[in-house]
């Protein structure tokens, strides 16, 4: 009885554990989305577009300065229980980081120094190149940190760190900060960039502490022997150049690249048009996420389980898979019947009077949205099968396809072009990297078109959780 009580306390607390982190995540998607409700509220209109503009950008730039770090990061540290080997990698894995993070953040402060009234549609001064910058090298470290935490069984520092918009902990810092700061006087963007800024900062730091503490525990005195117990000898790591270019880089240009495939239309948008063009692409954008968001959750909690049951029980793992992506359906599709159907009634009630023109921008690039959800975790298991590659190639021309049929369609059609091509391009990825998914791994993920195939399917979801349970007990 002893033993199994013993048992049950670290299968809790790793359910815990678990909770938690997909708490944050969840929270972090949530505070995200909503912040634009929140921003156009405490900005003008053109301000908000060029805060949307610099958010945009320089999260490009957060992507490739982290370069799959933070994946490598997660990867060691699950390799091994030794406290002296985890504090080893720590400390590589954060001193690789500071070149990579600061050239990029420079970079970044360049270009908005340089191509500020392409950008932004004014000079930018600089004290808000420097908040640039800040903001650039905060949001990257905090993402590091959070996944380094997540890794180090830390769920509460995790969830409140990582993401790389700051995470959840950043996010609220600076959304209340701004409503503060609106009670004088509507905030212009240089202000909004410099509060995400010093939130950023706040919640690097916060992470960063408790990573020192970690790293100086006692405990941490381990002896060489302890190492070679592990089975793990500092000689025995794989070089850092390898493990870039091998795992980091797939994974690096996989996010990198959809991210591009997703996003490009603000860049677009940016350069071509003015401020306010910006900002009522980001509302429209913004709302589509917000429909979008019930697969990222999904995909949150279905990601852990892909690995392991795409060996071993591929038949279960399409039954998650698309039971998973058909509750997401349910509820996206509830969420884009209010957006196409009565566009002007929310953009008026959500955010005013000057952002009902963005109605059509919405209708447009809700196709888009609908069918990465629709599709299911089908990127999420290429990544997770090995098949890395794959979605970078498909990114890749998808990418092309963003950018030059954005820029083709600004000069022929206006904003609304650039929104059908953006929409036309998530369809295309989607449905290849769906297709793809399906021929190599013979798993589907879309959701079920039958409603008795899907009742079916929630049914054996639970028995499956279930029995999963009972296996943590027993």
């Not at 769920?155 to 503060?180: D, K």
């Not at 240009?253 to 009522?280: E, F, K």
């Not at 959701?447 to 079916?456: D, E, G, M, R, V």
Request: aromatic fraction near 10%; charged fraction near 10%.
């Amino acid at each position: 009885m002893g033993a199994v009580q013993a048992n049950r306390k670290p299968r809790a607390g790793l359910r815990a554990h678990s909770l938690a982190v997909l708490a944050g995540r969840v929270s972090n998607m949530l505070l995200t989305a909503a912040s634009v409700f929140v921003l156009t509220r405490v900005m003008g209109q053109s301000e908000f577009g060029s805060f949307a503009a610099v958010f945009a950008i320089t999260q490009a730039s957060v992507l490739a300065a982290v370069f799959g770090l933070d994946q490598i990061v997660i990867r060691e540290l699950s390799k091994t229980n030794c406290p002296i080997v985890k504090r080893s990698i720590v400390y590589r894995y954060l001193a690789a980081a500071v070149i990579p993070i600061s050239v990029f953040a420079v970079a970044t402060g360049m270009v908005f120094y340089h191509f500020g009234d392409v950008l932004v549609g004014q000079s930018v001064s600089l004290i808000a190149v420097f908040a640039i910058v800040l903001s650039t090298v905060v949001r990257a470290l905090t993402q590091l940190i959070g996944e380094i935490c997540r890794a180090l069984d830390d769920p509460i520092v995790a969830s409140l760190c990582s993401g790389l918009g700051g995470g959840p902990l950043a996010m609220a810092l600076f959304l209340a900060t701004c409503v503060l700061f609106r009670i004088n006087n509507a905030i212009e963007w240089e202000t909004g960039v410099t509060i995400h800024a010093t939130a950023g900062l706040v919640t690097a730091l916060f992470g960063l502490s408790w990573i020192i503490a970690f790293l100086l525990k006692p405990s941490l005195a381990a002896s060489q022997d302890d190492v070679s117990k592990d089975g793990i000898r500092k000689n025995e790591f794989a070089s850092m150049r390898q493990m870039l270019f091998d795992y980091g880089f797939p994974v690096f240009l996989a996010s990198g690249l959809g991210y591009i495939c997703q996003r490009s239309d603000i860049a677009i948008v940016s350069i071509l048009g003015t401020p306010i063009d910006v900002a009522l692409f980001e509302v429209a954008t913004r709302l589509a996420l917000l429909a979008a968001l019930p697969m990222g959750i999904a995909n949150t909690i279905l990601i852990p389980r892909i690995s392991r049951l795409l060996k071993d029980a591929p038949t279960e793992l399409e039954i998650l898979l698309r039971t998973g992506a058909s509750i997401a359906t349910i509820i996206s599709l509830a969420a884009c019947g209010f957006f196409v159907f009565a566009p002007e009634l929310i953009l008026r009630i959500g955010f005013g009077t000057e952002y009902v023109a963005a109605a059509p921008l919405l209708i447009a690039i809700i196709p888009g949205y609908l069918a990465f959800v629709l599709s299911g975790a089908c990127g999420n298991v290429l990544i997770q099968g090995g098949r890395s590659w794959s979605v970078v190639i498909n990114s890749l021309i998808c990418a092309v396809v963003a950018c030059v049929g954005g820029v083709l369609s600004w000069h022929f059609f206006g904003a609304i072009g650039v929104a059908v091509t953006t929409s036309i391009t998530m369809i295309l990825q989607n449905s290849i990297n769906w297709l793809i998914a399906y021929r190599i791994f013979d798993v589907k993920t879309q959701a079920y078109c039958s409603p008795k195939k899907f009742y079916q399917g929630v049914c054996k979801m639970m028995d499956i959780f279930s029995l999963s349970r009972l296996k943590e007990t027993s």
